[in-house]
């Protein structure tokens, strides 16, 4: 019985972790990582335009790290670091390039 109420606790604060953008969603079909303003796409693919895009736009907001996620449901999941701001900008250039 412990350890199936320690079992539930875990999923319960790892959901809690990605509804809360603390951690990427699990599910994301793309994931780009971005580290001392580099960007590294460490799942699916990203167009070299796109990529230019999101650079130039995280460059500008002063944003040095961070992820971000799209979701095989075309959502966009971004870590809390990324401002709310310049969030729209970005699914903007990830979503219908």
Same mark, same amino acid.
């Given at each position: 019985?412990?350890?199936? @109420?320690?079992?539930? &606790?875990?999923?319960?604060?790892? @959901?809690? &972790?990605?509804?809360?953008?603390?951690?990427?969603?699990?599910?994301?079909?793309?994931?780009?990582?971005?580290?001392?303003?580099?960007?590294?796409? $460490?799942?699916?693919?990203?167009?070299?335009?796109?990529?230019?895009?999101?650079?130039?736009?995280?460059?500008?907001?002063?944003? $040095?790290?961070?992820?971000? &996620?799209? $979701? /095989? /449901? !075309?959502? &966009?999941?971004?870590?809390?670091?990324?401002?709310?701001?310049?969030?729209?900008?970005?699914?903007?250039? @990830?979503? !219908? !390039?």
């Amino acid at each position: 019985m412990g350890l199936l @109420l320690i079992a539930v &606790a875990v999923a319960i604060l790892g @959901l809690l &972790a990605v509804l809360l953008h603390f951690v990427p969603p699990p599910h994301a079909k793309v994931l780009i990582k971005i580290r001392d303003q580099q960007l590294k796409v $460490t799942r699916g693919q990203v167009r070299a335009q796109s990529r230019e895009f999101i650079s130039d736009i995280l460059q500008q907001a002063g944003i $040095t790290s961070g992820r971000i &996620a799209i $979701t /095989y /449901y !075309n959502r &966009a999941a971004f870590l809390r670091n990324i401002p709310v701001g310049i969030r729209q900008r970005l699914r903007n250039v @990830l979503l !219908n !390039n």
